[in-house]
């Protein structure tokens, strides 16, 4: 941890441009410049103190001292999380949803999805044996849509795949986006909602049936705290709070893709069928590469910490990205490598790819396991089940877009079944 004598502050009006340009670096760089855990800035007209590291970490999940509610931008809300949803929600009310999502990503949940997701990887290498070239990100995008509608009882048309992968995709995009993909990121959220929400209908009326058990059926019939059941729309939000961080999990296959190719002297480990190692590839992808770059909570009741005074209220971002890529959490924090997960001790607050804390009473994301189990059969389908060759291409992200991903989406070509 820094040592702070005085909190940093940002000597700007308004920092707003300046995250906008340096993306996943922005909060990382003034922590770098000013020796700090933490610093004082404007973004919109409004007091924020940003912080990194895993002590803050510890501070932000804090559920007496931080709270989620209003955290999250009204632009936010209506593209990636939903208005009023799981992830703006604090206390009893908030542990009573968050276990229906917990419910839902257990273990044998996790095992169903990763099965699905190599029974259509591997229905996808016939179609892909006759094409010039296929893009990755856009192929898993696709296929990470059917498997999740599959899997969660939503009924989803062969030839709709593509346009609901798109808007899924869509909202995620448009999380720190301006413009024409914000406009895309808002549509997409109007479209897919009015979508879940007349699905949501006919199980309720009995137009539709839902096996019990499934994503859909729980939030159709979930029941909160007053015993009510959610209004459609409602449960159609947290549905989507479902289905739309699986089939973003294409970012995370995207640059498993890349981290192979770039990474070539891995491959014979991940061949030997090792799931251990397995597991310490997918583990380092989320923490190599850039998903989350922050995340956002108000401050619920005053208090001092490391000479900051946090008044009820304030914004305070964690930096997520510059958190995996601390140099006093991590060795070589630039480096790719796997093997440093073999000694890692499952710290709640030091790897925070999607979020930190618990997940079960905390903000963390319920979704880790599902994630990880993903990565793993895809990787392995990618080095143990098909050869490719990557031809030429712009394989850069930019770390001022935020999300991102390689330009090109990972074009391969050739494919052809082991």
């Given at each position: 941890?820094?040592?702070n004598k005085?909190?940093?502050h940002?000597?700007?009006?308004d920092n ?11 909060i990382g ?6 020796k700090?855990?933490l610093?004082e800035?404007?973004l ?5 103190i ?7 970490t510890?501070i932000f999940?804090?559920?007496?001292r931080?709270?989620?509610?209003d955290a999250?931008p009204?632009?936010?809300q ?5 208005e009023n ?10 542990i009573?949803?968050k ?5 839902l ?6 095992k169903?999805?990763?099965e699905?997701m190599?029974?259509e990887w591997?229905?996808s ?11 990755l990100f ?5 296929t990470?849509?059917r ?8 009924p989803?048309?062969?030839?709709e795949?593509?346009?609901?992968a ?5 909202m995620?995009?448009?999380?720190g986006a ?11 959220r109007r479209?897919?909602e009015?979508w879940?929400q007349s699905i ?6 009995g ?7 499934s ?12 015993g009510?059941?959610l209004?459609?729309?409602?449960a159609a939000?947290?549905?989507?709070n479902v289905l739309?961080?699986?089939v ?7 640059f498993?893709?890349?981290?192979i190719?770039t990474?070539?002297?891995y ?5 030997s069928?090792d ?15 850039p998903?989350?770059?922050f995340?956002?909570?108000r401050v619920k009741k005053?208090?001092v910490?490391?000479?900051c005074?946090?008044k009820k209220g ?11 890529h601390?140099?006093r959490i ?5 480096e790719?490598r ?7 001790d499952g710290?709640l607050?030091?790897?925070?790819p999607q979020?930190?804390g618990e997940a ?5 994301c319920p979704g880790?396991g599902i ?8 990787i392995?389908?990618?080095?143990n089940k098909i050869?490719y ?8 992200y930019s ?14 070509t050739?494919?052809?079944r082991?």
């Amino acid at each position: 941890m820094f040592s702070n004598k005085k909190v940093p502050h940002d000597q700007t009006i308004d920092n707003s441009l300046a995250l906008m340009r340096e993306g996943y670096l922005f909060i990382g760089n003034r922590i770098n410049r000013y020796k700090s855990d933490l610093f004082e800035t404007r973004l919109l007209g409004e007091k924020v103190i940003c912080m990194s590291g895993e002590e803050p970490t510890k501070i932000f999940y804090d559920s007496e001292r931080f709270q989620r509610k209003d955290a999250a931008p009204k632009r936010i809300q209506k593209t990636l999380f939903g208005e009023n949803a799981v992830q703006s929600m604090d206390g009893e009310a908030h542990i009573h949803r968050k276990l229906l999502f917990m419910s839902l990503m257990t273990p044998p949940h996790q095992k169903r999805l990763a099965e699905l997701m190599k029974k259509e990887w591997q229905k996808s290498v016939e179609k892909w044996e006759n094409l010039d070239k296929i893009v990755l990100f856009e192929e898993a995008k696709e296929t990470l849509c059917r498997i999740s509608c599959d899997w969660a009882g939503v009924p989803v048309k062969d030839s709709e795949v593509k346009d609901r992968a798109d808007d899924f995709s869509d909202m995620v995009d448009a999380f720190g986006a301006v413009g024409q993909r914000h406009r895309a990121g808002r549509k997409a959220r109007r479209r897919t909602e009015k979508w879940i929400q007349s699905i949501i209908e006919d199980i309720r009326n009995g137009k539709l049936e839902a096996e019990e058990g499934s994503a859909l059926y729980e939030m159709a019939f979930h029941r909160q705290l007053n015993g009510k059941k959610l209004d459609t729309e409602m449960a159609a939000i947290e549905l989507i709070n479902v289905l739309r961080p699986i089939v973003a999990i294409a970012t995370f296959i995207t640059f498993s893709a890349l981290a192979i190719h770039t990474h070539p002297k891995y491959k014979k480990k991940l061949r030997s069928g090792d799931e251990r190692f397995l597991e310490m590839f997918a583990q380092e992808v989320r923490r190599y590469y850039p998903f989350g770059p922050f995340v956002g909570a108000r401050v619920k009741k005053e208090f001092v910490w490391n000479d900051c005074e946090f008044k009820k209220g304030m914004l305070v971002l964690l930096d997520m990205y510059g958190t995996n890529h601390d140099p006093r959490i991590w060795e070589d924090p630039e480096e790719f490598r796997p093997e440093r997960f073999a000694d890692w001790d499952g710290n709640l607050f030091d790897f925070i790819p999607q979020g930190g804390g618990e997940a079960e009473r905390g903000h963390r994301c319920p979704g880790e396991g599902i994630t990880v189990e993903v990565m793993k059969a895809s990787i392995d389908f990618i080095v143990n089940k098909i050869e490719y060759e990557v031809p030429g291409q712009d394989l850069s992200y930019s770390l001022s877009k935020m999300p991102t991903l390689p330009k090109s989406g990972f074009a391969i070509t050739n494919v052809a079944r082991k």
